[in-house]
C-alpha cells in the first residue's frame, strides 16, 4: 500500500515557477514509477511527467517539455515537479499517482495510488 500527498501548489503570475513534491508513504514506494497529472475544470486529467522507479527514464507530453522537470528522491520517498515558464491555461489540480511498471504512455486508469492534489493557479 502506498499514500501519496502532494504539496507547493499555489498562485504564481505567467511566466513563474513552482516546485510541488509528492511525498510516499510506504517501504516499497523505491520500486514505483510516478506520474504527475493535472486536471482543470471541466476537463480531462491529462499527465504532465512520468518517472521510473530509478528515476533514469522520464517522459514528458509536447506541451511541457523544456518547461516541467520530474525527479525523486528515493531515500526520501518524494518525487519532485518543478514547472517552469507557467501559463493561465495551466491552472489546474495536480496530482502525483503511482504504479508498478513504468509506461510513460500510461493512462490515468492505469495507476493504482493517488493523492489529494494540490492547486496550482497561474495568473496573467
Known amino acids: 500500500q502506498v499514500q501519496l500527498v502532494e504539496s507547493g501548489g499555489g498562485l504564481v503570475q505567467a511566466g513563474g515557477s513552482l516546485r510541488l513534491s509528492c511525498a510516499a508513504s510506504?517501504?516499497?514506494?523505491?520500486?514505483?514509477?510516478v506520474g504527475w497529472f493535472r486536471q482543470a475544470p471541466g476537463k480531462e486529467r491529462e499527465l504532465v511527467a512520468v518517472?521510473?522507479?530509478?528515476?533514469?527514464?522520464?517522459y514528458y507530453p509536447d506541451s511541457v517539455k523544456g518547461r516541467f522537470t520530474i525527479t525523486r528522491d528515493n531515500a526520501k520517498n518524494t518525487v519532485y515537479l518543478q514547472m517552469n515558464s507557467l501559463k493561465p491555461e495551466e491552472t489546474a489540480v495536480y496530482y502525483c499517482a503511482a504504479r508498478t511498471n513504468y509506461n510513460g504512455r500510461a493512462q490515468p486508469q492505469d495507476y493504482n495510488y493517488w493523492g489529494q492534489g494540490t492547486q496550482v493557479t497561474v495568473s496573467s
Open positions: 518517472i521510473s522507479w530509478s528515476g533514469i527514464m522520464t
Open positions: 510506504g517501504r516499497t514506494f523505491r520500486s514505483y514509477a
